[in-house]
């Protein structure tokens, strides 16, 4: 295994080795961006589920705990204005790090695509070189492809982690929506 590794690396041109490690360091970055946001949202959204049941339950505001809270208590009349405040606020807040994720879903195929032309070009001029057979041509476009699989990898890995961050902030916004309206409703 180890010296596969070995020989993947003394046979591959350096822009597909820099690719993989580019797209290694996006792997990282979007995997530490989704566990951060997700847990920081599912947070979030336990409190605005535990708000919104106070209040069907009846209490006369939100709790302390919700994002609205803020803005009710600064402000000397509650209205439908300043909660919708509240929610474009808040849906700012709970879709950080989605446009991250969806350049990375968007470019990281395009990116190992690259490494692999070059790759596959790199192939083509040691042909030229030496008496190319098959075997030297599969090996190379074999080699070449990885780029591409490893792009293609970290875009499922983007794209899922975006739409479920993405469906995340969708609840918050609707439990902030659904406060604001029985704040409204009551005319507290």
Do not use: C
């Not at 293609?152 to 993405?166: D, G, P, R, S």
């Amino acid at each position: 295994m180890i010296n596969n590794l070995i020989d993947f690396y003394l046979k591959s041109h350096p822009v597909t080795i820099g690719v993989l490690a580019l797209l290694a360091l996006y792997f990282f970055i979007l995997n530490w961006v989704f566990f951060y946001r997700y847990f920081s949202l599912k947070s979030w959204l336990r409190r605005e589920s535990d708000s919104l049941e106070s209040l069907l339950l009846g209490a006369t505001t939100v709790s302390e705990t919700s994002f609205l809270y803020n803005f009710i208590r600064r402000s000397s009349v509650i209205s439908r204005e300043v909660l919708q405040l509240g929610l474009l606020a808040a849906t700012k807040e709970a879709t950080k790090g989605l446009s991250l994720l969806s350049i990375f879903a968007s470019t990281t195929p395009f990116i190992g695509l690259f490494g692999t032309v070059v790759s596959i070009l790199d192939t083509f001029t040691h042909i030229g070189q030496a008496s190319g057979s098959m075997s030297i041509i599969a090996s190379g476009v074999s080699d070449a492809l990885i780029a591409t699989a490893s792009g293609i990898f970290v875009a499922v890995f983007a794209y899922t982690y975006h739409q479920i961050l993405k469906r995340k902030a969708f609840e918050i916004s609707n439990y902030l929506q659904m406060q604001s309206d029985a704040i409204i409703a009551r005319g507290i």
